[in-house]
């Protein structure tokens, strides 16, 4: 897809992953629509130009007035990039219900809601392209990550039905799996943390710009899967091959053992 004049929604846009795809979609020449909870990280990250709806995604009014104000002012929706997402490093035998809860509707929820307000513009137009964040941990299951793993599986899942149940109305699904991207996301988690030996690994994390630069590369390539950095697709076919093996390495992972 040619990315010119395109309109293009983007959630989660305030900061991280969300912010440098803004910018990097902005710097192919497309019109921006951004949402999130935070005003004036918003504004600053859209500028003058951009359509700018804040609020909480999980509430479905502010899903609403994110795609009415953008068909307001810009008649169509290009591209969705559903991409607000949150983290919950709780291990799934004691995570309170509510969390569970909090992060499905972010997580999974949101992404359908918004989904299903963009798709009958996109049918009519016969065009378009709706673009879902998941994760390597929806690749393969994290045991540190295994609630946050089962929402970015079930985004992925979600992603290929829709695909083939949308395709002959020209619209066209991608899903994007970030390994460990430095931004606040490890911060901005519901609750818990990581463990120690996965802070040691942020030294393979790549930067959100380069996530962008993947999506946007992605969208304009009319990629089905986007892993990023590419190393990524190693693990799953470890994963798939001996799993068992993989398994042990993730359980030394998260029981702070050495390799
Ligand atoms: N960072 C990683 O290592 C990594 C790896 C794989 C996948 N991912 C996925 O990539 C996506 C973006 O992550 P990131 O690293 O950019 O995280 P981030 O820096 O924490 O940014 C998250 C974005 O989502 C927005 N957001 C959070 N809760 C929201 C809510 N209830 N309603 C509306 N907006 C909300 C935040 O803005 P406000 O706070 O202003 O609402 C922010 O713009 C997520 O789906 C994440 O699961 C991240």
Redesign the pocket.
């Known amino acids: 897809m040619q990315l010119r004049d395109k309109v293009v929604l983007i959630?989660?846009?305030?900061?991280?992953?969300?912010?440098c795809c803004a910018d990097a979609f902005r710097g192919r020449g497309a019109r921006l629509s951004l949402?999130?909870?935070?005003l004036h990280?918003?504004e600053r990250v859209g500028g003058a130009e951009a359509v700018i709806t804040a609020?909480?995604?999980?509430d479905p009014e502010?899903r609403r007035r994110a795609v009415e104000s953008t068909l307001e002012r810009w008649g169509r929706i290009d591209v969705l990039i559903n991409?607000?997402?949150?983290?919950l490093y709780v291990p799934a035998w004691r995570a309170p219900e509510q969390d569970v809860r909090g992060m499905l509707e972010?997580?999974l929820f949101?992404a359908l809601g918004m989904t299903q307000l963009v798709v009958p513009a996109m049918k009519q137009q016969r065009a378009g392209v709706i673009v879902n964040?998941?994760?390597?941990?929806g690749l393969v299951t994290l045991p540190w990550f295994t609630l946050?793993s089962a929402s970015?599986f079930a985004l992925r899942s979600m992603t290929d039905g829709m695909r083939m149940e949308l395709r002959r109305d020209g619209i066209r699904f991608t899903t994007v799996?970030?390994?460990?991207?430095?931004?606040?996301?490890?911060?901005?988690v519901l609750a818990g943390r990581p463990p120690d030996k996965l802070w040691r690994m942020r030294r393979f994390?790549i930067t959100?710009e380069q996530c962008a630069h993947a999506v946007v590369r992605g969208v304009e390539r009319g990629k089905r899967t986007v892993v990023t950095p590419r190393m990524g697709w190693l693990l799953l076919a470890g994963r798939t091959l001996f799993p068992g093996l993989i398994d042990r390495a993730m359980e030394r992972i998260y029981h702070g053992l050495d390799m």
């Open positions: 959630t989660g846009a305030s900061e991280g992953i969300g912010a949402t999130a909870r935070s990280k918003l609020g909480d995604l999980k502010v991409n607000a997402g949150v983290g972010l997580n949101a964040v998941s994760s390597i941990a946050y970015k799996c970030p390994g460990y991207v430095s931004t606040g996301f490890q911060q901005n994390a959100p």
